[in-house]
């Protein structure tokens, strides 16, 4: 998350948003607060993907953002190049921080995600085999994991894979209702 695509005043929101959140800019925000936001304006229920969203935002790794950290985080989140967002997503699933989106992981991101409408072993069973049809799909050097390569290539060639392992972007609504909440003067927070 490197380039800021949010105009001045949108930024200047999300300082003053930070800053009432927190008691001010010198203060951190924590992840509980932080998935409460998450929750209530972009409607994320999952724990581990909210968890994840966190730690992409916060940069330092210390469990806290700062207003920097919210703001570059924000940046690519709300209104990111597909790039960035590809990063971003990436990521967010790479849940060990390894650099590669293993089979275990896809399989317990796929778990959260999906509805359960079987009994837990015909599920599982289901996850294992979706599993094995997206590294089908996504892994190109057939390592049997995902790089950020083998994502990046997927990705690029079907958009809708970007959020392949569980929903870590906000919705076009949501996201437009939350920019336009910033362009207005009181917003919720």
């Known amino acids: 998350m490197s380039v800021i695509k949010l105009e001045k ?3 200047e929101k999300l300082i003053t948003m930070f800053a009432n959140i927190t008691g ?21 229920t ?3 993907l909210m968890d994840r969203v966190f730690r992409a935002f916060d940069q330092d790794s210390d469990n806290y953002l700062t207003h920097e950290e919210w703001v570059l985080g924000l940046s690519t989140f709300l209104k990111g190049a597909q790039d960035d967002k590809i990063k971003y997503c990436f990521i967010v699933y ?3 921080g390894d650099g590669w989106i293993s089979r275990e992981e896809m399989f317990q991101l796929l778990k ?35 790089s950020m390569s083998d994502f990046k290539q997927a990705v690029e060639a079907e958009i809708l894979l970007l959020e392949a392992f569980g929903p870590c972007l906000p919705s076009p609504k949501l ?15």
């Not at 939350?178 to 917003?187: I, S, V």
């Open 9 to 11: 005043q949108e930024i």
């Open 24 to 44: 001010g800019l010198n203060n951190k925000l924590d992840r509980t607060k932080f998935r409460d936001i998450l929750h209530i304006s972009f409607n994320m």
């Open 46 to 48: 999952d724990d581990i």
């Open 94 to 96: 790479d849940l060990n």
């Open 112 to 146: 959260t995600s999906i509805l359960k409408h079987s009994s837990e072993e015909d599920q599982d069973e289901n996850i294992k085999e979706l599993v094995e049809l997206i590294l089908k799909k996504m892994d190109h050097d057939h390592d049997s994991r995902l």
């Open 175 to 189: 996201r437009d209702a939350f920019l336009q909440e910033l362009t207005q003067e009181q917003g919720k927070f």
